[in-house]
């Protein structure tokens, strides 16, 4: 065997490795599917997905999870609306504006954020801050949506301060440079030239903070409070899509209905999370020449 | 203790599943792929199992290893469900040390008639390796700290013997937390032990990650080029 086939060899044997995680992907799709598309013999996709009661132990069941879905969406933009300026404004201050020395600590600080456990958070929101909102807000429970945003947010900031924080790095120095030669003032620089070049990288890092919001799992089935209801005001419990998922997974019979709902829910969710990372992919490839020499 | 051991047990098999397969998938990326449909192919494709949710991965993990392959609830199905949640992790990780190699290092090493291979081998992995390292020990935090995807798949909320092969189900820190905080009949007088609990785990995986972060900045001052 000749050098020159050996390393066509190894180099093969090396895409091999990469496809894997592409067949990975691709055996989740196929396994949920497998084990979620028994449910529409029972139920039509539209009564799934539209069904305003989600009742799978009753007899007959009722397998509707609009409720659910509503219940992700809402925890989801709630922690968005505290998650993002604080992400996006924290990015700015560690890469525009912090001393290097603080901003070495503060990196360090998010991190080791973003690697709390989740369970952790979770159990933080129960025993700490539900029982604050309910003496504070003289709620019947505290586990509710603002209880699942607000810890929810704790764990979008990390992701989104870290990758708005790599996208105002890599704006090119010319700009400010330019700006400031200008006359501008650095605030004015910070919020008309660098925030706006780097916006497709902060618009990632918010998309991708909220795919990380919506598919969390442990925090809501912790903090949400579990009704499976539509929420009339924000200090209602909800029941989103995850939790309803770890919570009955357990108790459902093996290969039921309840079962292949919990799987349906499970692609409803997957889909969700999908798009919102190719939506992400998308943004970030498609503005990413925005170098000095293209402007 | 038998939570401790069984979270333990869970991460090192995690972790040799991950690393091996994480590492030779960014070398290919890095070193040999050109930019093409495939590489962009591959890099969606690891983008979106990042963002798959956790819970989904234990579906996936109770639907394909527990039920399809017929593990059981076993270390084995855990550890493995886990090792696919860290691979997007060390594949990125992966990839960005190898990439932080000057590019002169493998010039270097080809101009003296060294084969591509044993270039990676001998002269790029090496220079890689503490980014490697750092990448693998924050995927092993995560890897610590997951509840959702070993609910299903090899959490035991008690055993009284600690597991024998790999076929049987453990105890895992995170898990035991969840349940402690949840399904107890006296929530209220086994609050000391909860709290207890969830120091263990946070120390454990913050204290995995600080080791992490301190081998980066260390490594980052060492750096010889």
Partial sequence: ??????????????????????????????????????????????????????????SPPSYGIWPLIVGSLIV??????????????????????????????????????????????????????APWLQATFDLPTGLNIVNASVILAIMAVPTISSISEDALYAVPNEFKEASYALGATKFETIARIII???????????????????????????????????????????????????????????????????????IVLFLMTLAFNLIADYISQKFKEVGSATL | MPAILGTLYLTIGAITVALPLGVVAAIYLTEYAKQGKIVRAIRVGVNCLAGVPSVVFGLFGLGFFVVFLN?????????????????????GASEEALKGVPQTFREASLALG??????????????????????????????????????????????????????????ALPYHVYVLAT?????????????GTVLVLVALVLGIDLIAIIIRSYMRRKKRW
């Fill in chain 2, 183 to 195: 399904a107890g009949t006296h929530i209220e007088q086994t609050r000391p032990i909860q709290f």
């Fill in chain 1, 196 to 266: 706006p070049s780097a916006l497709s990288g902060i618009s990632t890092a918010v998309i991708l903070g909220m795919a990380r919001a919506i598919g969390e799992t442990m925090v809501v089935l912790m903090v949400a409070g579990g009704a499976a209801a539509l929420p009339e005001s924000i200090f209602d419990s909800v029941r989103p899509m995850p939790a309803s998922i770890a919570a009955e997974m357990g108790e459902a019979p093996f290969r039921s209905g309840h079962y292949h709902a919990l799987f349906a829910t499970a």
């Fill in chain 1, 1 to 58: 065997m000749t050098r020159h086939q050996k390393e066509i060899i190894i180099k093969n044997v090396f895409l091999i490795f990469s496809l894997i995680s592409i067949f990975i992907l691709g055996l989740i799709v196929v396994f949920l599917f497998r084990e979620g598309i028994p449910l529409f013999k029972e139920v039509s996709l539209r009564d799934f997905i539209f069904g305003m009661e989600w009742y799978p132990t009753y």
């Fill in chain 1, 76 to 129: 989801t933009v709630f922690s968005s609306l505290i998650a993002v300026p604080l992400g996006v404004l924290s990015a700015v201050y560690i890469s525009e504006i912090a001393p290097p020395a603080i901003k070495e600590v503060l990196k360090a600080i998010i991190e080791l954020l973003a690697g709390l456990p989740s369970v952790v958070l979770g159990f933080f929101g129960m025993v700490i801050v």
């Fill in chain 2, 71 to 91: 593990f059981g609830s076993s270390i084995l199905a855990g550890a493995l469900t886990l090792g696919i949640l860290i691979l997007p992790t060390i594949i």
């Fill in chain 2, 114 to 171: 060294v084969s591509k291979w044993l270039t990676i081998w001998k002269i790029v992995l090496p220079s890689a390796l503490p980014g490697i390292l750092t990448g693998s020990i924050l995927g092993i935090g995560r890897a610590a700290g997951e509840t959702a995807p070993i609910m299903f798949t090899a959490a035991a909320f008690f055993t009284a013997k600690l597991p024998g092969s790999i076929f049987d189900e453990v105890m």
